[in-house]
């Protein structure tokens, strides 16, 4: 089955403890991204990558990182988390092309207390 | 970046068409829309996307303006499981892929 799966989906944690949230797809896909998503502001993009070694930053990158070593896997980082990275995670993934739409996961709900 | 403006909700009566209204006054040539719903917190769901023909498939029809300054997304008979957020964006390309999400449309379908 076609899938973008993110884990962990729930993760609770403290502030300044270092977390990593995988995402992996097995589509073959070259675009993976990265977004949250608040009450109210809906989904906004923090990291994307076009392929293997090749990532740029969206509209909110600011305490993310990522790393595209492999095609299937683009993992988010949180070196020091703080509260206001409290938020529901989702990874993406598409073909590249303007004629290629975007399969989500299920979602990662991070509290940082 | 070409940003859309949806309306905030909308109803609509169960086994009633849903037409959503989108506005992208600055879409660029080569920019797609296309349409997400969300339904609870999962992650979005893929219906139909456009450049400038009306589009169709199995999950709904999407009508873009000669202009292209606007579209309308329809869900021809809709059902109390189409009651979700739905989002319209158009897929900038400057360079990657940098994708805008707007704040979206709730629809609530009625019995």
């Known amino acids: 089955e076609a899938q973008v799966t993110q884990n962990p989906r729930y993760l609770i944690t403290v502030t300044g403890k270092k977390l990593t949230v995988t995402c992996s797809q097995n589509?073959?896909?070259?675009?993976m991204s990265w977004y949250r998503q608040d009450p109210g502001l809906g989904l906004r993009q923090i990291y994307y990558s076009m392929n293997v070694e090749v990532t740029d930053k969206g509209d909110v990158p600011e305490g993310y990182k990522v790393s595209r070593k492999e095609k299937r896997n683009f993992p988010l980082i949180l070196e020091s988390p703080s509260p206001n990275q409290t938020s529901l995670y989702f990874c993406a993934s598409s073909r590249i092309g303007q004629g290629s739409e975007q399969y989500f996961g299920p979602g990662t709900r991070l509290t940082v207390t | 970046d070409a940003k859309t403006t949806q309306p905030t909700s909308m109803d609509c009566a169960e086994g009633r068409a849903a037409n959503l209204p989108c506005n992208h006054s600055?879409?660029?040539?080569?920019?797609?829309v296309y349409w997400y719903r969300q339904i609870h917190s999962q992650g979005p769901q893929y219906i139909i996307h456009g450049l400038k023909n009306n589009e169709t498939n199995e999950m709904a029809s999407l009508i873009i303006t000669e202009d292209r300054k606007s579209s309308t997304l329809i869900l021809p008979h809709a059902t109390l499981r189409d009651t979700a957020v739905y989002y319209c964006?158009?897929?900038?390309?400057?360079?990657?892929?940098?994708?805008?999400f707007g704040a979206g449309t709730r629809l609530f379908v009625k019995a």
């Open positions: 964006i158009v897929r900038v390309n400057t360079g990657g892929f940098k994708t805008i």
């Open positions: 600055t879409i660029s040539g080569n920019e797609y």
């Open positions: 589509m073959n896909h070259e675009y």
